[in-house]
Structures are given as C-alpha cells and as structure tokens.
C-alpha cells in the first residue's frame, strides 16, 4: 500500500494517457468524486505534463503525510528536491490561508517524514490564472533545507523547478528509498515540543487548585511504572479514571511530554479518537506558543507552532491507518496515551474493523501492479 492515490515515474506518468491517470486517481479515491475534483486533477495532469517532461524522477498525487491526515495535491522527486505542490485551479491570487497551507504541508513532511528530513523540501503554491507572481527562492533561517513557500502561477511552474534545482546542491533522492520513509519526529521538533508545554502555560488546561496534587500523584505512579516496564524490558497497561474535568487529559499531557528523550530515541504520543478535543488542544497550545515567544521579544507563526504540537498530540484513527501501511514496522513509540477511552470499541468490532482495513490495503496493492 503506497502513501499516494497515484506515483509513478515522470517518464511514466508524461506518456501515460491522462484519462488512465485519472482513472487510477478514482479508483485510489475513497470518496464521492465530484465533477470539480475531477477537472482539478485533469488540469494538474496536463499542466505537469507540459512542465516537467525534461526530467527524471518520480511523480505522487494526493499523498499522505505520515499521521498528520492531510494529501499533498502533488509531491515530485527530482534531483536533490522534495517539490510539494498545491494547485489552486483557476484562482488569479495567492490568498493567505492557501500558502500557509503549502507551507504546514511543507513542515510536516519535514518534520515527520523519516527520509524528508535532511532534504530540500520546496512548497509551491500554484494559482492557475495569477498574473503577478513571485519565484523568489529561499532557505529559512534555521539553514534546514526547507525552503519558504514559491509562489507561481501555471505557466512560470517549470522556471520554479528549473530555479530550484539550481539553488538545491545537495545529492539525488532514492525514489524506493524515500517511498520507504515511515513517521519519526525530528529531533528538533521533540525539543520544540517539550519545551512548548513547559510550565502548562495554558489556562484551560492547566490546574491550579487541590486537585493538582493528585494529578501529580498519578503521573509519578504512572512515570514509575513506565520506567520500570522500559527497565525490565516488558509491557504495561494503566487506567486514569476520574469525572469530567477531573484532569485525565491533563495527565496524558504530562506523561506525552515527560517521557520523549531525543537521545535514547525514547518517543510518546497522546492519542484520542475524539477529533474535536484534538483539535481543540492542538489550537490552545499553538496560540499559547506564539503568545509567549511574541512575549518574549521573538516571533513563531502560528503553522510552526501547530507542527510543533502535532509531535506529540495526534489522532488516533491516523496513528492506526499509518501502523496500517506497513505492518512489519512498529510504531516509534515507547509510550502511547490514549484518552476518551469510553469511545474504544470492544475487542471483536476492533478486530473486524482491522480485517476490513486489511483487504482495503489488499485491493490497493493489487490496484497498483
């Protein structure tokens, strides 16, 4: 099961008919296809095919970043580059949220993606119709090779590729290599992370009163215990129960954030089926961050804060569908927080939920050869 509703060589791709790209794009498509996204991927075929002909390397559309719920329209592999595109059909500007779109999905692979990480990864927002457009190419001030968002229209995304590669020195990406990359937060972004909760800044979920002396009771026991399990090489289950605002979340939070230590490879997540409260937490800790940076006399955007959180806050339905993909690899994760506990299934519709997902990846495998 690839990452991707469709990848193949550009070779492939530039002498493939476009309604066989299309119908391959359908079949991958696990949702209602309607008329407009279909035109939206023709449009990009055909504007991909005029542009990139003259190059090696691979094509992906719709991919999946490792967890993170998002597809890239586009993600292209060449030379030393990481393109990720995103096409705005038919739009003659370049609004605000569509390039902090390009540039949290820019981060993201950076960030998670295993074989993105010491690459150039260069987001491209793409506005069909735009007549002032800018190509300035440049590198963020933390010298990653992460590029800061291009911005072209359709006829100028050839001389954005062209450009890029000329600024990119770096060695050519392994297509199989790359394809192969799995989830794992760079070691930057786990220090990000920690010492964005440091402190619990954040007044909605942080206590004050009484009940923080339980709270801190609890997470020493169970921190006691995940040292032990680590220490004598086995497994351990605990359960927090307490009412509604009792600080179960809280102490997730706590022990996700305790327990990541970037040199013994030691990760944690806090996982919840409930997609609003992931939401939820996710925001308040992102706004937090840039509040107190901005307090401080520096800046943060708020989509690198949120990339920041997104290490160790996720949603659990991602975290399965990724374990899904490849089943001979474990998850990185030494110690995984799930909350809302009450919305688990029992043991047998979690298991025919799991047969089903497995023929789902069966028919996509098959799809592909």
């Known amino acids: 099961m690839t990452r991707a509703y469709y990848s193949d060589s550009i070779a492939n791709f530039c002498t493939s008919n476009p309604e066989e790209i299309l119908g391959k794009l359908s079949k991958a498509n696990q949702f209602p296809l309607e008329q407009s996204q279909r035109d939206a991927w023709l449009e990009e075929i055909n504007i991909l095919k005029k542009d990139i002909g003259s190059y090696k390397g691979s094509i992906y559309f719709e991919y999946s970043i490792p967890r993170m719920g998002q597809r890239i329209d586009v993600v292209l592999l060449i030379g030393p580059v990481i393109f990720v595109l995103e096409f705005k059909v038919g739009e003659d ?16 692979l950076k960030n998670f993606h295993e074989s993105s990480h010491n690459h150039y990864v260069a987001p491209v927002l793409i506005a069909t119709k735009a007549t002032v457009v800018h190509t300035a190419i440049s590198v963020t001030s933390q010298n990653d090779k992460l590029l800061f968002p291009i911005k072209c229209n359709a006829e100028l995304l050839g001389k954005v590729i062209e450009d890029t590669l000329y600024f990119a020195d770096d060695d050519n990406i392994d297509r199989a290599w790359w394809e192969a990359g799995r989830y794992c937060p760079t070691p930057n972004i786990i220090e990000a992370a920690l010492s964005l909760y440091n402190g619990h800044s954040v007044a909605d979920i942080s206590r004050s009163d009484a009940i923080a002396v339980n709270l801190h009771q609890t997470t020493d026991t169970i921190s006691n215990i995940i040292s032990q399990s680590k220490s004598q090489s086995c497994k351990s289950i605990c359960f927090v129960t307490g009412v509604p605002g009792a600080g179960k979340t809280l102490v997730g939070l706590n022990i996700a954030t305790t327990h990541i230590e970037k040199a013994n490879d030691l990760y944690s997540v806090y996982l919840s089926g409930n997609g609003p ?93």
């Open 277 to 369: 409260l992931v939401e939820i937490l996710r925001e308040a800790l992102a706004r937090d961050k840039v509040l107190r940076t901005k307090k401080c006399g520096g800046s943060i955007k708020k989509g690198e804060a949120m990339s920041e959180v997104k290490a160790f806050i996720q949603n659990v339905h991602h975290f399965r569908d990724d374990c899904l993909i490849d089943m001979n690899l474990p998850p990185i994760e030494h110690v995984a927080l799930f909350d809302e506990a009450q919305r688990a299934w029992d043991i047998k519709q979690t298991a025919n939920f799991m047969k089903r997902k497995a023929s789902q990846i069966l028919i996509n495998q098959s799809r592909n050869f």
């Open 93 to 108: 500007e370049f609004v605000s949220h569509a390039i902090d779109q390009v540039w949290d999905y820019a981060l993201d």
